[in-house]
């Protein structure tokens, strides 16, 4: 059972335009982390996020937590084939170090 | 620095098979991490070790399922016997103690036939 829910599951998009993804979940994180896999690879980390409310900032990638510690938002402006990938979200629960529950995630088609 | 090491990277076998999958972990790191990735079921955690001792199984599916740490250099996980629905990438991760960061390996793509 997957305590993580992204959506959307599948996106494509042309280059230049913007793309948000989504996490939410009815559980409390104690950190929320996202991630972009490529094809043959393992996931790679882009950023983690504390904080209620938290806003992060990557190039053109924004990553927001929610209020709560319950969703989180990734936003890709003007987006480039380069960002094509699977992203998943991972977190944390307050009582379980290290431990993270990973969404399925969304994957992201930019074409030229 | 070369990173979580995986091998092999491709494994096709015959259902009932033992199918054993190697990790070496990023030197320095003390945790170390298996997952499992799968379309139907995303990425799952199977197990976690800190300090080469199994902190927390649960996602292990079943018996068949076993890990080892022997020493901070290198995990191994077994399938015996290997079924059909146990085809999947298998990643190891390792994590370090002065960062927030789990590191991916590459994966073993099994094939169960």
């Known amino acids: 059972t997957q305590l993580l829910e992204q959506s959307p599951q599948f996106l494509s998009i042309q280059e230049g335009e913007n793309l948000t993804v989504y996490c939410n979940s009815s559980?409390?994180?104690?950190?929320l982390q996202w991630y972009r896999q490529e094809p043959g690879e393992g996931p790679v980390l882009l950023v983690t996020v504390v904080t209620g409310g938290e806003v992060k900032k990557l190039k053109r990638l924004t990553f927001q937590f929610g209020d709560a510690r319950k969703d989180s938002s990734l936003h890709i402006t003007a987006a480039q084939t380069g960002d094509t990938g699977l992203y998943l979200c991972a977190g944390a629960a307050t009582d379980s170090w290290g431990k993270f529950q990973f969404g399925a995630g969304t994957q992201v088609v930019v074409t030229p | 620095d070369a990173g979580v090491i995986q091998s092999p990277r491709h494994e096709v076998t015959e259902m009932g098979q033992e199918v054993t999958l190697r990790c070496k972990p990023i030197s320095g790191h003390n945790s170390l991490f298996w997952y499992r990735q799968t379309m139907m079921r995303g990425l799952e955690l199977l197990i976690y070790f800190n300090n080469n001792v199994p902190i927390d199984d649960s996602g292990m599916p079943e018996d068949r399922f076993s890990a080892k740490m022997p020493n901070a250099s290198f995990s191994t996980l077994k399938i015996q016997p290997s079924e059909p629905r146990d085809s999947a990438v298998y990643f190891c991760?390792?994590?370090?103690?002065?960062?927030?960061?789990?590191?991916f390996g590459p994966g073993t793509r099994l094939t169960v036939l």
């Open positions: 559980s409390v994180f104690s950190s």
């Open positions: 991760a390792s994590w370090g103690t002065n960062n927030n960061e789990q590191f």
